[in-house]
């Protein structure tokens, strides 16, 4: 149970070299722990990953993937600046380009189709994570949506910066763990975290902790997403 967060200001007296990010993830309390220390996290570092979980995880994520675009096309209506379009032109880029060829290139390679799976075939964990992150996108501010896709792409850089030093040699979580420490995607994070750094401190107290709020909703989200393809609800899409 997350304990009542101290606001900003009262964080950054105790805590003089903290800025917004530190107190966005300190705010989150024990989930941040759970969810780079997730079973899941923990098995693809160790090379210990059922493959059809595998499957059922590269399926839900890939949807995950196409929601993201949307996600990060609201952020791009949104944002105050030019140089934060271009920013976001790249990312989106990324995950149209980058992201998107690893999945049609793995789903090849285990004979699967390379289409979506519907929503109607996706689990409940995996449905909660897109609706919530997009009510966020469509109904929050440029920092609030931010904040949110902070949670989900600055947890997927630690652990899996952590899981690529365990080196994994099973090649489809290898190389989706490789994706996420590459110079691109490193910037990415880095980015996000200088822009919310910047905008966090600058807002009242009652958008930071909207803010926090959301963090903490993403990580929600995230965790229950995580444990879903152990559940084997949905489906792997596997070719028949």
């Not at 590269?58 to 030019?82: K, M, N, S």
């Not at 980058?98 to 285990?110: C, G, H, I, K, T």
């Not at 963090?215 to 444990?227: G, K, Q, S």
Request: proline share 6%.
């Amino acid at each position: 149970m997350i304990q009542p967060r101290a606001n900003f200001a009262d964080h950054q007296a105790t805590h003089p070299a903290s800025g917004f990010c530190d107190w966005l993830r300190s705010s989150s309390g024990p989930l941040w722990g759970a969810m780079v220390g997730h079973r899941f996290t923990q098995d693809m570092a160790n090379d210990r990953l059922p493959p059809d979980v595998f499957i059922r995880y590269l399926r839900y994520e890939h949807a995950f993937v196409r929601t993201a675009v949307i996600i990060f096309g609201h952020a791009l209506v949104a944002a105050p600046t030019l140089a934060d379009r271009v920013r976001l032109v790249g990312i989106l880029s990324s995950l149209a380009g980058e992201q998107e060829a690893y999945f049609r290139q793995r789903f090849d390679a285990l004979g699967l189709a390379t289409e979506t799976l519907p929503e109607s075939e996706l689990p409940d964990a995996a449905l909660a994570l897109a609706e919530g992150a997009l009510a966020i996108a469509a109904h929050g501010t440029f920092e609030a949506i931010l904040s949110t896709m902070l949670a989900a792409e600055w947890m997927y850089h630690e652990w899996c910066t952590a899981a690529h030093a365990a080196a994994p040699q099973t090649a489809g979580p290898a190389e989706w763990i490789a994706l996420h420490v590459r110079p691109g995607f490193s910037d990415q994070v880095a980015w996000l975290k200088e822009r919310v750094d910047l905008l966090g401190p600058m807002l009242d107290p009652t958008r930071q902790n909207r803010c926090a709020d959301n963090f903490v909703r993403m990580l929600r989200l995230e965790i229950a997403f995580h444990h879903a393809p152990y559940d084997g609800s949905g489906s792997s899409g596997a070719a028949g």
